[in-house]
């Protein structure tokens, strides 16, 4: 089931970050992505879209965390795959 895929690739991401370096703004956008994971089955909301949420993360984490940008690549190509 592809929403147990991604809460799966989500919960991967997340012990990927450690809770104390995690910016407000990463925190934020985690908690976006996870809004539009969890609740896949509703309308989104009209902004940002999840494949926003997860660019938008995925820049701010290429810096401070280059690991973490990476997973949350992975989940942004399950995105596509899933035509998403």
């Known amino acids: 089931m592809p929403k147990d895929h991604l ?5 991967r991401l ?3 970050l450690d809770e104390g370096e995690v910016s ?24 940002p879209s999840l494949r926003e949420s997860m660019e938008m993360l ?3 984490l ?4 280059p690991r973490s940008a990476a997973m949350a690549r992975n989940i942004l190509e399950s995105l596509a795959s899933m035509g998403i």
């Open 58 to 60: 995925i820049e701010d």
């Open 24 to 47: 407000p703004q990463q925190q934020e956008l985690l908690a976006k992505v996870e809004y539009h994971i969890h609740n896949a089955d509703e309308p989104d909301p009209e902004e």
């Open 7 to 11: 809460r799966a690739l989500l919960e």
């Open 14 to 16: 997340r012990a990927t």
């Open 62 to 65: 290429s810096v401070d965390h």
